[in-house]
């Protein structure tokens, strides 16, 4: 009897803690959440889904996460998950025209890079002068 109970914790703990991970993984309140909510909206919305967890209470749970599912946040999925891919394949490409030497390749695609997803630009040393041999500023040559 004990085994099971302590089987039915962890798997419980394993779920709870998988749960908190993925409404932080895919930014629920940050992303997720209308994009035109303001900074306390979804400080209050994240507070909520917490405060449901904490509480074990489903049916606000589901309520509050139900309140996400429009077809506004599916096409910003969509259109993230998209972007991501484009930019892996980017980034892919870049590396390739790196190892060959070819920088006005790399500075093309990193172009791209760019426009695709401009707020990422700095995290991935992009728009900030040419890359001569990586990502990282301390790899890049100045001008």
Same mark, same amino acid.
């Given at each position: 009897? &004990?085994?099971?109970?302590?089987?039915?914790?962890? $798997?419980?703990? $394993?779920?709870? *803690?998988?749960? %908190?991970?993925?409404?932080? *993984?895919?930014?629920?309140?940050?992303?997720?959440?209308?994009?035109?909510?303001?900074?306390?909206?979804? @400080?209050?919305?994240?507070?909520?889904? @917490?405060?449901? %967890?904490?509480?074990? #209470?489903?049916?606000?749970? !589901?309520?509050?996460?139900?309140?996400?599912?429009?077809? =506004?946040?599916?096409?910003?999925?969509?259109?993230?998950?998209?972007?991501?891919?484009?930019? !892996?394949?980017? +980034?892919?490409? %870049?590396?390739?025209?790196?190892?060959?030497? #070819?920088? =006005?390749?790399? =500075?093309?695609? +990193? =172009?791209?890079?760019?426009?695709?997803?401009?707020?990422? *630009?700095? *995290?991935?040393? %992009?728009?900030?002068?040419?890359? &001569?041999?990586?990502?990282?500023? #301390?790899?890049?040559?100045?001008?």
């Amino acid at each position: 009897m &004990k085994k099971t109970k302590l089987g039915v914790f962890i $798997v419980g703990a $394993v779920f709870v *803690a998988l749960l %908190i991970g993925s409404v932080a *993984a895919f930014g629920f309140g940050n992303g997720f959440m209308k994009s035109n909510a303001t900074a306390s909206e979804k @400080k209050a919305f994240r507070d909520d889904i @917490k405060t449901a %967890i904490e509480n074990n #209470d489903f049916a606000t749970w !589901k309520s509050l996460m139900e309140s996400q599912l429009t077809q =506004e946040n599916f096409n910003a999925l969509v259109e993230g998950h998209t972007n991501m891919t484009e930019a !892996k394949d980017l +980034r892919a490409q %870049i590396k390739t025209a790196l190892e060959n030497g #070819d920088t =006005e390749t790399a =500075e093309n695609l +990193r =172009e791209q890079m760019h426009e695709l997803m401009p707020e990422k *630009a700095k *995290a991935y040393g %992009i728009g900030y002068g040419k890359m &001569k041999h990586g990502f990282n500023s #301390d790899e890049n040559e100045s001008d």
